[in-house]
């Protein structure tokens, strides 16, 4: 079996996945090591490329050994006219071996760039394709440290890790073979030279590499609490909590400056380079005592020695390259167990795939997040082109239902179906793509006003589009009110638009997918009384032709609503036209008075 077939034999496929690539390329996800090798092995040409050509460059650097050698015997034995045949092959030589070095650095080099971009890749098609149970248990930073600092710890790992270890091996063999060219009984100490420096060798990668985990899993932890810091830093100064926050970073940074020293403790207790001095002295007992006995020639013993002191490169080289593969091996394992980790949605391709109509049924859904349920038993029915609204303390679980819709979560229990088929055997892609989310907390890219808005057509809008869409979601004339209008580019977040800007340019976002399903959570924005109007009208607009369910605290909006539901703890007490629900639920009532006294008299007087 060739060594392709045998990596290819366990490609693992990582869990479900929301999102895939066509003729995306398979990796062997089995272990880290096999994974890195899949990856290499993907260039395999450039690879072998790359071990072929140190091989030459060793074979070639160390031949110059034997030359020197024979220039010493020439020179001893007063034949001084063939020195400059042996000058000139060494020149020969060395212009030969700086070709091929040239050569192996730079295929090493393409080699390390290519698995750092195909690793980074992966890592992030593998993320986007995760399900938002998953999304919810990472932590930011650490997730960003994975992506971009153990990314960069393969490449390193390749070059100059892989590189030097790669080196240093041709070298090794190359200088055991010309060693036994020389003279097979030279092979003595050498030989026994290796055998120390692989168990050294050993013995210390098992003591960095625990360290090297650490080290990099710190780095997450660290890199996490900064995210934190940098995203809540109006909380913190709002609570003059620097404080506290510059104390919990200098601990995380401290425990990865131990890391770091620990490593740099465990190289410089490095056993092999104390070795090295020991042998070289017991190879040079060796080289005399065959000298002595005639074994041997004083030209020989000079290439011995000149061929002996080339391990000390491998030596010295090898405490630098072991600990960057050992780093790379912990980077890649780091972010090999994220891709692994479980997701629980599939984008099911082959699913059901339909124009949507609109209508919605919830059958006997209950729902929790881990082990509390959030959602109890909750049926009702939205036919295409209704507006649900849904009402509710804080805390019943409304944001919560409208997320089953669109797959977000998965029920536990019953079933939700739109148009009559179980959202589980929609394909997630035609599913979402007919289903547009307006949330409370609005996120928009750091992109132009634009982009953002034709961000659900997946860039695909002309401008005219877009104007309409905005003049519609009533966000055109503030739009226009930026010196650079529609290419204006919004700050990380939209932090430069106000929260009733940020919604309408959401709302506009969403008419121009035109999507069958909106899912609208009006429920925190709080406005002044002068939006509050444009508002109303972008939403209302927005409602028209497509079945809406909507969270909200408006009154007006409430009584556009052809039913409403009213959630109490998981549970769906009530359900009827807002007459319905003021002549007979008592939490309806409740609910509706305190609206009513929360909001503005034009907001609560609605139309
Ligand atoms: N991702 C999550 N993981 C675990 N629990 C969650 C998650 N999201 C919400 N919850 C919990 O589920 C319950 C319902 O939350 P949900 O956001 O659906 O309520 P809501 O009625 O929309 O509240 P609000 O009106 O305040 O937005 C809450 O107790 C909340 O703490």
Redesign the pocket.
């Known amino acids: 079996m060739n060594l392709g077939a045998y990596f290819w034999l366990e490609v693992s496929l990582f869990s479900k996945s929301e999102f895939t690539v066509a003729g995306e390329y398979h990796y062997n996800s089995s272990g880290p090591v096999r994974w890195i090798a899949s990856h290499l092995l993907r260039y395999k040409l450039l690879a072998f490329g790359f071990i072929l050509l140190a091989v030459l460059t060793n074979g070639l650097y160390s031949s110059i050994s034997f030359l020197a050698g024979s220039a010493f015997n020439v020179v001893t034995q007063g034949k001084a006219q063939e020195l400059l045949v042996l000058a000139l092959s060494v020149l020969g030589i060395v212009a030969l071996s700086l070709t091929t070095d040239l050569g192996a650095r730079l295929t090493a080099q393409v080699v390390a760039t290519r698995f750092a971009r195909d690793a980074r890749e992966e890592l992030y098609i593998n993320l986007l394709g995760k399900s938002q149970t998953f999304h919810?248990r990472q932590r930011v930073g650490d997730v960003m440290a994975r992506a971009s600092n153990d990314i960069t710890t393969l490449n390193d790992m390749v070059v100059p890790g892989f590189d030097i270890v790669c080196d240093s091996f041709s070298s090794l063999s190359v200088v055991i073979v010309f060693i036994a060219i020389l003279n097979p009984q030279l092979l003595l100490t050498p030989l026994a030279y290796t055998l120390c420096f692989f168990i050294a060798l050993r013995f210390y990668s098992r003591q960095l590499n625990p360290v090297s985990v650490k080290m990099r899993e710190q780095f997450g932890d660290t890199n996490a609490v900064l995210n934190e810091a940098v995203t809540g830093v109006e909380v913190i100064k709002a609570t003059a909590q620097e404080e506290q926050e510059k104390r919990k970073f200098a601990e995380q940074a401290t425990r990865y400056r131990d890391y770091y020293v620990k490593n740099g403790r465990i190289q410089g207790r490095y056993l092999p380079t104390l070795l090295l001095g020991i042998f070289l002295a017991l190879a040079f007992l060796h080289g005399l005592y065959l000298l002595s006995q005639g074994q041997i020639n004083l030209g020989t013993l000079v290439s011995f020695m000149i061929l002996m002191s080339q391990l000390r490169f491998v030596t010295f080289m090898s405490i630098w390259s072991f600990s960057l593969v050992q780093l790379g091996f912990a980077g890649a394992r780091r972010i090999l167990a994220l891709m692994k980790e479980e997701s629980d949605l599939d984008e099911n391709g082959e699913g059901y795939k339909a124009e949507m109509e609109g209508e919605i049924v919830f059958e006997n859904v209950t729902f929790s997040?881990?082990s509390?349920p959030?959602l109890k038993n909750i049926s009702f029915r939205a036919r295409p082109g209704q507006t649900i609204a849904i009402v509710?303390q804080?805390?019943?679980?409304?944001?919560?239902?409208t997320k089953l819709v669109n797959r977000i979560y998965d029920a536990n229990e019953g079933r939700i179906l739109v148009d009559g088929v179980d959202v589980r055997k929609w394909s997630l892609d035609s599913l979402r793509s007919q289903i547009s989310t307006i949330e409370?907390d609005i996120f928009l890219f750091s992109r132009t006003v634009a982009e953002n808005i034709a961000y659900g057509l997946g860039q695909k809008a002309d401008q005219a589009a877009i104007e309409a869409a905005a003049r519609d979601a009533q966000a055109h004339d503030f739009i226009m009110g930026f010196k650079e209008g529609y290419e204006t580019v919004i700050g990380e977040r939209g932090v430069t638009l106000s929260g009733g800007q940020r919604q309408r340019l959401a709302i506009a976002r969403a008419l121009l997918t035109d999507p069958r399903i909106l899912i609208l959570d009006d429920?925190?924005s709080a406005v002044d009384s002068a939006t509050e109007d444009e508002i109303q009208k972008a939403i209302k607009r927005v409602l028209q032709g497509r079945t809406t369910l909507l969270?909200t605290h408006r009154l007006s909006q409430i009584r556009w609503a052809d039913t409403v539901l009213v959630?109490r703890k998981g549970e769906l007490i009530d359900q009827g036209s807002h007459e319905e629900l003021l002549d007979r639920c008592d939490l309806y009532r409740r609910i509706f008075s305190h609206y009513e006294s929360a909001l503005p008299v034009s907001a609560a007087g609605g139309e």
């Open positions: 919810n997040y881990g509390t959030i509710g804080t805390g019943s679980g409304k944001s919560t239902l409370q429920s925190t969270i959630i």
